[in-house]
C-alpha cells in the first residue's frame, strides 16, 4: 500500500497527516460521534468516502448548518422506507431537508391519516435502531432506470438535465454530474433493506439520528406545479439530541398559540371570506382600528421626515409595465391581463414604483426638489399560488408603505444612510429592536443595466449598511433585476426572524422611463432612484406585530385601551362619564354594560387582552375615583378620574407595553 497526504482543516489552523491508501474520513475523526460528514475541497462527502492524495478535509458536525441538513436528509429516508415497509404501493417523490425538518412526497391512494403517521413514526424508530448503513453508489443513466423501473417519478428525475428542481428544492442533481443510490444496509448481512436516487450524503447509520419526529402531513403536487399529479406530503423535524427536539417542539407549541391567523379569529380582527377568495383580507372593526393606528403613526412620521403624499390607481394599461420590465421579469407574479372594450390589456399593478415615477415625469424638475420623496399606502396585487398564500404574511392583495426617493448621485450615500436610520427607528418605535441587515447582490441571470453600474450600486449600499453597526449578511443573487437592495432583518419575541424593511438603490427604472431634473448647470441629467418600503405591506407587518405581541399589543395600538367594568349596575353611568371624558382626549374606552357578572367581565377582557380595566364600585363613586387592574393581574385601587385619564394619555403617548 502507498502513503496518502491529506490536510485536516480545522477553522484557520491545518494539520497534514500521512495515511495508507484507503483509509477514510471517518478513519480522521475517530471516536467522534457529533462528525457526520466530511468537507473535502469544498464538497461535502459521506465518512466512507476514501482519501486521496492532497486532500484538504474538514469535519462536519451535526450541529452545524450542513451537519442539521445531512441529518434531516436521511431522517427522510428512513420516513420513507418505513412508508414502503407499511404501504408497499407507495411510490417515491422527493424528500429535501427544509429549515427546521424534512418532507418526503408520496403517491399513495388515499390521503395519511393521524394513525398512519403514529405507525409511520413507530416504524422509523425500528429501523432507526436497526443501524442500518447508508451506501453510495455510482449508476448510469440506464442502470438507475431499471433498478427504478417501479418509481415513475424517480426516473422522471433521471431524464432531468441539471438539478432537479422542486417547490422547495431539489433531491437529486443529475446531467454533468455522477448519477447515484444510496442503499440502506442491514448492519450485520449487508443485505439490501432499501434505495432510493440522491446525491447524498448521508449520516454513516440509522442509529446516528438521535431525535426526531413526525409532524403532520399535506397534499402538494408534484414538483410544485399545478399541471403535475397531487401527491401526499408527510412533514417531519429531527435534531441532534432530545432536549433540542423537545425545545423545537415547544417552541412550535409557543408559535401556534400566536399563529395570526388564530389569534385574528379569536380577537375578531380580521378573515378571509371563501366569497372573496384566498389571500384576500378583511379587517374588521377592532383590526381597522390597530391598523388605522399604525398607519396614523406612519403618516405623521413620514411627514415628519419630508415625505409627500400621492396616491395611484389599481389598474394600469399593460404598456406601463412592458416599460418597466415588469412583464419582462415580473409576469408570473401578474394576475392576468383585463382586455377592455378598447381592445387594450391592463393589468391589476403589482407594484407602485412605475406609477410614482410618472408623477415625478409629469413636470420638468430641477436639482433644487431633490431629494424629492413620493409616499403613498398602495394596494397592490400579486397572484401567488395557493399552496403559499399564508394568511396576512403571504397574500393576493395587500397595501404597501411604499416610497421612492429621486436624487443626485451626490445625495444617494447620505439620502440612503437617512433612509436605513429612518427605517430602523420606526421599527424600533412598534416595539422591534433586535434586527441584523441583508445585502442581496445582482443575479448573474436576471438583471438590466451594466455592471459597472452594479458594482458602484452595491458598494454604496454595504458602506451604508455598516454604518448602522449590525450585523451584515450576504445574499448572492437575492437582488431585484434592477437594482441590489439592503433587507432588515427584525427578531421577533421568540427569536423568529421576519424581513422586514427593504431599501433597493435603482440606476436603471429612471434610465427606461427617461427621468430627467435640470441640474444647476442648466443641463438635463439622471437622478438616482431609491426604493422603500418600511413596512413590507401594512397587513404583513401587522401579522407580525400580531405574532410579536401574542395579540397583547401595547396600548397605543390596542384596539380598546381601557374598559370600564361596573361592579354593580348602579355605577354604569359614572363609568359612561369617565369613558366620555376619556374619549375626548384620544383614548378608546368602553364600558361593560352586559348582564354578565364582574368575574366573568373580567375574564372576557382579560381573553380580549385589554390593557387596562377600570373598575368602580361605591367607594370610588363617593371618593370621585377609579380602581386599575393590569393585564398582569395586579390593581391600583383610588387613583383621582383626572389622574387616571393622564395615566392613559401618558402611556399612549410614551409608546409603552403595559
Keep these: 500500500m502507498s502513503d496518502v497526504r491529506v490536510i485536516i482543516q480545522r477553522d484557520s489552523e491545518r494539520e497534514e497527516h500521512v495515511v495508507t491508501t484507503g483509509t477514510t474520513a471517518a478513519e480522521l475523526f475517530p471516536g467522534q460521534r457529533t462528525v457526520v460528514a466530511a468537507r473535502v475541497g469544498g464538497e461535502l462527502k459521506d465518512l466512507a468516502y476514501g482519501l486521496?492524495?492532497?486532500?484538504?478535509?474538514?469535519?462536519?458536525?451535526?450541529?452545524?448548518?450542513?451537519?442539521?441538513?445531512?441529518?434531516?436528509?436521511?431522517?427522510?429516508?428512513?420516513?420513507?422506507?418505513?412508508?414502503?415497509?407499511?404501504?408497499?404501493?407507495?411510490?417515491?417523490?422527493?424528500?429535501p431537508p427544509v429549515k427546521d425538518g424534512f418532507y418526503y412526497d408520496f403517491d399513495v391512494e388515499k390521503p395519511f391519516t393521524p394513525e398512519d403517521l403514529k405507525a409511520i413514526e413507530k416504524k422509523m424508530q425500528e429501523i432507526q435502531k436497526r443501524g442500518q448503513r447508508?451506501?453510495?453508489?455510482?449508476?448510469?443513466?440506464?442502470?438507475?432506470?431499471?433498478?427504478?423501473?417501479?418509481?415513475?417519478?424517480?426516473?422522471?428525475?433521471?431524464?432531468?438535465?441539471g438539478s432537479a428542481s422542486?417547490?422547495?428544492?431539489?433531491?437529486?442533481?443529475?446531467?454533468?454530474?455522477?448519477l447515484t443510490i444510496y442503499d440502506n444496509l442491514d448492519p450485520k448481512t449487508g443485505e439490501l433493506c432499501w434505495k432510493d436516487l440522491c446525491r447524498g450524503p448521508h449520516l454513516p447509520t440509522t442509529r446516528f439520528i438521535p431525535a426526531f419526529k413526525l409532524m403532520r402531513n399535506a397534499a402538494a403536487y408534484w414538483r410544485g406545479s399545478e399541471k403535475n399529479p397531487m401527491l401526499?406530503?408527510?412533514?417531519?423535524?429531527?435534531w441532534p439530541t432530545k432536549d433540542e427536539l423537545?425545545?423545537?417542539?415547544?417552541?412550535?407549541e409557543e408559535a401556534a398559540k400566536r399563529d395570526h391567523r388564530r389569534l385574528g379569529n379569536e380577537l375578531d380582527l380580521f378573515s378571509f371570506p371563501?366569497?372573496?377568495?384566498?389571500?384576500?383580507?378583511?379587517?374588521?372593526?377592532?383590526?381597522?382600528?390597530?391598523?388605522?393606528?399604525?398607519?396614523?403613526?406612519?403618516?405623521?412620521?413620514?411627514?415628519?421626515?419630508?415625505?409627500?403624499?400621492?396616491?395611484?390607481?389599481?389598474?394600469?394599461?399593460?404598456?406601463?409595465?412592458?416599460?418597466?420590465?415588469?412583464?419582462?421579469?415580473?409576469?408570473?407574479?401578474?394576475?392576468?391581463?383585463?382586455?377592455?372594450?378598447?381592445?387594450?390589456?391592463?393589468?391589476?399593478?403589482?407594484?407602485?414604483?412605475?406609477?410614482?415615477?410618472?408623477?415625478?415625469?409629469a413636470r420638468g424638475r430641477s436639482y433644487r426638489e431633490l431629494p424629492l420623496r413620493l409616499f403613498e399606502f398602495g394596494t397592490v396585487y400579486r397572484y401567488e399560488k395557493s399552496g403559499v398564500v399564508h394568511g396576512l404574511t403571504r397574500s393576493r392583495g395587500f397595501t404597501q408603505d411604499d416610497a421612492h426617493i429621486y436624487c443626485t448621485k451626490e445625495q444617494m450615500a447620505q439620502e440612503l444612510d437617512r433612509t436605513l436610520t429612518f427605517v430602523l427607528n420606526l421599527l424600533r418605535d412598534y416595539g422591534l429592536n433586535d434586527f441584523y441587515l441583508e445585502l442581496s447582490t445582482k443575479d448573474p441571470e436576471k438583471f438590466v443595466g451594466s455592471d459597472e453600474t452594479w458594482d458602484e450600486a452595491t458598494e454604496t449600499l454595504r458602506q451604508v449598511a455598516e454604518k448602522q453597526g449590525l450585523p451584515l449578511v450576504p445574499d448572492p443573487g437575492g437582488a431585484a433585476f434592477y437594482g441590489p437592495k439592503i433587507s432588515v432583518q427584525a427578531r421577533d419575541a421568540i427569536g423568529r426572524t421576519w424581513q422586514m424593511s427593504t431599501v433597493q438603490l435603482d440606476f436603471n427604472l429612471p434610465e427606461r422611463f427617461d427621468l430627467e431634473y435640470t441640474g444647476p448647470d442648466g443641463t438635463k441629467q439622471r437622478p438616482v432612484m431609491i426604493h422603500r418600503a418600511l413596512f413590507g405591506s401594512i397587513e404583513r407587518f401587522f401579522a407580525v406585530l400580531l405574532e410579536h405581541y401574542a395579540g397583547a399589543f401595547p396600548v397605543w395600538l390596542a384596539p380598546v385601551q381601557a374598559v370600564g367594568i361596573p361592579i354593580g349596575d348602579t355605577h354604569i353611568p359614572y363609568l359612561q362619564e369617565f369613558a366620555a371624558e376619556a374619549r375626548k382626549k384620544g383614548l378608546r374606552v368602553e364600558v361593560d354594560a352586559s348582564s354578565d357578572r364582574m368575574q366573568k367581565k373580567?375574564?372576557?377582557?382579560?381573553?380580549?387582552?385589554?390593557?387596562?380595566?377600570i373598575i368602580v364600585g361605591d367607594d370610588d363613586m363617593n371618593a370621585g375615583?377609579?380602581?386599575?387592574?393590569?393585564?398582569?393581574?395586579?390593581q391600583e385601587n383610588g387613583i383621582a378620574r383626572d389622574e387616571a385619564i393622564a395615566k392613559l394619555v401618558d402611556v399612549v403617548e410614551r409608546r409603552v407595553q403595559v
Design 52 to 95: 486521496r492524495d492532497g486532500d484538504v478535509v474538514e469535519a462536519v458536525e451535526i450541529s452545524s448548518e450542513d451537519g442539521l441538513n445531512i441529518l434531516r436528509h436521511s431522517t427522510a429516508h428512513v420516513m420513507a422506507q418505513a412508508v414502503q415497509e407499511l404501504h408497499p404501493e407507495a411510490k417515491l417523490g422527493i424528500g
Design 166 to 178: 422542486t417547490d422547495d428544492g431539489a433531491d437529486v442533481e443529475v446531467g454533468g454530474g455522477e
Design 602 to 613: 373580567i375574564r372576557n377582557h382579560q381573553r380580549a387582552k385589554v390593557p387596562f380595566m
Design 625 to 634: 375615583t377609579v380602581s386599575f387592574r393590569y393585564r398582569d393581574g395586579s
Design 232 to 238: 401526499q406530503r408527510i412533514y417531519g423535524t429531527a
Design 246 to 252: 423537545k425545545a423545537h417542539l415547544e417552541f412550535l
Design 134 to 161: 447508508f451506501s453510495r453508489r455510482v449508476v448510469t443513466d440506464e442502470a438507475a432506470r431499471e433498478e427504478l423501473a417501479d418509481e415513475p417519478y424517480k426516473l422522471e428525475l433521471i431524464g432531468i438535465k
Design 274 to 361: 371563501d366569497e372573496i377568495g384566498p389571500g384576500l383580507a378583511v379587517f374588521h372593526p377592532k383590526g381597522g382600528v390597530i391598523r388605522r393606528a399604525m398607519e396614523d403613526y406612519s403618516r405623521r412620521r413620514h411627514e415628519e421626515e419630508g415625505y409627500e403624499f400621492v396616491y395611484s390607481p389599481h389598474a394600469t394599461k399593460g404598456k406601463l409595465f412592458e416599460k418597466s420590465g415588469h412583464l419582462d421579469w415580473y409576469a408570473d407574479g401578474m394576475y392576468p391581463p383585463m382586455q377592455l372594450d378598447d381592445g387594450v390589456d391592463y393589468y391589476l399593478k403589482p407594484m407602485n414604483c412605475p406609477m410614482h415615477n410618472l408623477i415625478f415625469d
